[in-house]
């Protein structure tokens, strides 16, 4: 879907963030304590894995853009030297992912970030996030970014900024149907 720009008059379908953290010292960590919560890096690519977090989290957030992947594509993605994947475990039962994507320049990207819905609301996410950006800064970045919008999480943004995101721009996405 092309994104759009809201014309006068029309009303934006969703509203996108793009959030920054460039300091490794501007992290607030979570202070909750998850004792039982473990988080391990996908060493070797599992893509039955991905594809099932990818669908698990992302469902009801709308996430489309690797529900055609092949397993060529999703091993393709995880097998790339600057692609990390780390999963969140609760008592051995999968809780929750994050990926993690250093470009050329430095940046790190939190391409997808998430918990799957039983999890959501125990204060797991930002002890998750905080574990994320750690990674992210061990990756070397330079800066480590993301974007969000309102079809995800109610509580995403504000957990973003919570652990010292900034927001460095913002969209407004029209619908094609509203033009």
Not at 55 to 60: I, L, M, P, Q, S
Not at 100 to 115: C, T
Request: proline share 4%; net charge negative.
């Amino acid at each position: 879907m092309e994104d759009r720009q809201p014309d006068e008059g029309s009303t934006p379908d969703e509203h996108r963030y793009f959030l920054e953290m460039t300091a490794e010292s501007g992290l607030r960590p979570s202070t909750r304590s998850h004792g039982n919560i473990e988080i391990r890096q996908q060493t070797v690519p599992d893509i039955r894995l991905s594809r099932h977090l990818y669908h698990a989290v992302g469902n009801e957030y709308h996430w489309t853009e690797r529900i055609p992947w092949t397993d060529e594509q999703w091993l393709g993605r995880l097998s790339l030297d600057n692609v990390e994947m780390w999963v969140a475990y609760d008592q051995k039962v999968v809780a929750g992912y994050f990926e993690l994507f250093k470009d050329d320049e430095g940046n790190v990207e939190l391409a997808y970030f998430g918990l799957l819905p039983q999890f959501v609301g125990q204060g797991i996410g930002g002890y998750l996030l905080t574990a994320a950006i750690r990674c992210a800064w061990q990756m070397g970045a330079s800066r480590v970014w993301l974007h969000t919008s309102t079809r995800d999480h109610a509580h995403a943004l504000a957990n973003y900024k919570a652990r010292g995101f900034r927001v460095f721009k913002q969209e407004a996405i029209v619908p094609p149907s509203s033009q």
